[in-house]
């Protein structure tokens, strides 16, 4: 069976949802991608019609993008793509474009970004909680370990002095 895969770059239209279902944890949230066209004829560009696309993401990946995406951020979605059909209280035949994200991340084009790595321990089940005040602000200190410098070897060195043999 073939499915269809989608890679979109857009902005959060709203704060994602995080439930529990079954015995996995999911976070919902919607992405507007509003393409631009160049009318050949007059040289100008123009925007097409805003798509709104609903997101899933699944499992840890649901937890960390509860934790670190909120509406109006710059982000890129890749996943698969479905299209739902529905009718709706008033009898109307409804559709809708879903994707099951399996990699939600920012878009760096719009804005900078710090990565932090989710403990190992915590990954297998991770508590619907407050957003840790760390992850809050982008202004948060570094944990201790974050502080060291990474191009120096275990005497403190930098990599050009750890190069030049001591004398």
Do not use: C
């Amino acid at each position: 069976m073939s499915e269809s895969m989608i890679t979109l770059q857009g902005f959060v239209g709203s704060d994602p949802t995080l439930r529990t279902a079954g015995t996995h944890q999911v976070a919902n949230f919607r992405v507007a991608t509003t393409p631009r066209r160049l009318n050949r004829a007059t040289g100008e560009w123009f925007d097409a019609p805003t798509q709104w696309y609903t997101v899933s993401a699944w499992r840890q990946l649901g937890v960390n993008v509860h934790r670190s995406v909120k509406k109006g951020d710059a982000v890129f979605v890749h996943g698969r793509l479905a299209a739902r059909s529905w009718t709706n209280r008033e009898g109307v035949e409804m559709s809708s474009l879903e994707i099951e994200a399996d990699v939600v991340g920012p878009d760096l084009t719009r804005g900078q970004s710090m990565m932090m790595r989710t403990p190992r321990a915590e990954s297998s089940a991770m508590p619907v909680d407050p957003i840790p005040d760390q992850w809050r602000t982008p202004d948060a200190e570094p944990a201790s370990d974050e502080t060291a410098d990474p191009w120096s070897d275990d005497l403190g060195r930098t990599e050009k002095e750890a190069a030049v043999p001591a004398a």
